[in-house]
């Protein structure tokens, strides 16, 4: 292994943080042939060959939750305005009025343990959409924005994405950090849960879901739904809020992030790693 003259491991370096570079990662097309794709792909095609032929696409859009209370009710407002297919909220044993709230907007409601994954797990079990998004409790996607959903997944071979981030705040430090991690899944293909994953039904089965691990099922979903075939990066935003960064510091919790993700990729324990990342509400 090539090492420098400290004894770093460059190699590892290089493979952790550009991972996909040295084969070519588009822009907004992430692209990598793999056996696993080609096995769906029959599949997937007889799947969708109903769907493609009338233009639409039933979405179901999963919103996992604990103790939201103060933007829950703003969050699935908006969403009634996307008119989806359903609105499934996950909740983790909210102990506010998040789940009073969420009556308000929709029936279809599942409780369970704690645990984003866990929950995102469990409201997928109930969902009945072609696609699955999952869009965190205070985040938003302008409706624009979501009919790019239907409009890049139908007639294509992607059997999955993730939007552009906008973390919602003016600070010039948080539209900094928002530019460098869009850098960073336009061109190393790593994006984040806050990006709004959404996936084909089949191929969320295929992969069983979210890993179940406390911390870190986002990174590990991406690369794994990145493997199975050809992913799309959409270049539309959706907003995410400031609070975790004005909480706990803006540099403080980019830095505990970018550490947190690196440790995961060099497989430090996830229930280890979760001790460094606090509920923020």
């Known amino acids: 292994m090539k090492t420098n003259e400290s004894g770093f491991n460059l190699s590892l370096f290089y493979n952790i943080l550009m991972p996909d570079y040295k084969e ?3 822009s907004n097309d992430i692209s990598q042939s793999s056996a ?3 096995q769906l792909s029959a599949t997937l095609c007889h799947r969708y060959e109903g769907v493609m032929a009338d233009g639409s696409l039933k979405i179901s859009i999963i919103v996992p939750t604990f103790n939201e209370e103060r933007c829950l009710g703003d969050t699935l407002a908006q969403i009634q305005q ?3 297919h359903e609105v499934i909220v996950s909740d983790g044993g909210s102990d506010d009025k998040t789940l009073e709230i969420a009556t308000k907007f929709t029936q279809k ?3 369970g343990p704690a645990g984003r994954a866990l929950q995102m797990n469990a409201g997928a079990r109930i969902a009945t959409g072609d696609i699955f998004l999952f869009l965190h409790a205070d985040s938003r996607i302008d409706p ?5 959903i239907s409009v890049s997944m139908n007639n294509s071979q992607e059997i999955g994405g993730a939007f552009s981030l906008c973390i919602d705040s003016d600070k010039w430090s948080l539209r900094l950090i928002t530019w460098l991690a869009n850098l960073r899944s336009k061109y190393l293909g790593m994006a984040y849960g806050d990006q709004a994953f959404f996936v084909r039904n089949p191929v969320f089965q295929k992969m069983n879901g979210f890993s179940e691990f406390p911390i870190c099922e986002d990174i590990d979903f991406f690369k794994r739904l990145r493997k199975l075939g050809p992913v799309i990066l959409l270049d539309e935003k959706v907003f995410t809020s400031p609070r975790r960064w004005n909480k706990e510091g803006i540099w403080f919790t980019t830095f505990r992030n970018i550490l947190i993700a690196i440790l ?3 497989r430090f324990p996830p229930r280890i ?3 460094w990342y606090q509920i923020i509400r």
């Open 24 to 26: 070519g990662v588009a």
């Open 36 to 38: 696993p794709f080609q």
């Open 82 to 84: 996307l008119s989806p």
């Open 109 to 111: 409601r599942v409780t």
């Open 144 to 148: 624009e924005s979501y009919k790019k």
């Open 264 to 266: 995961f990729e060099l």
């Open 273 to 275: 790693l979760t001790k």
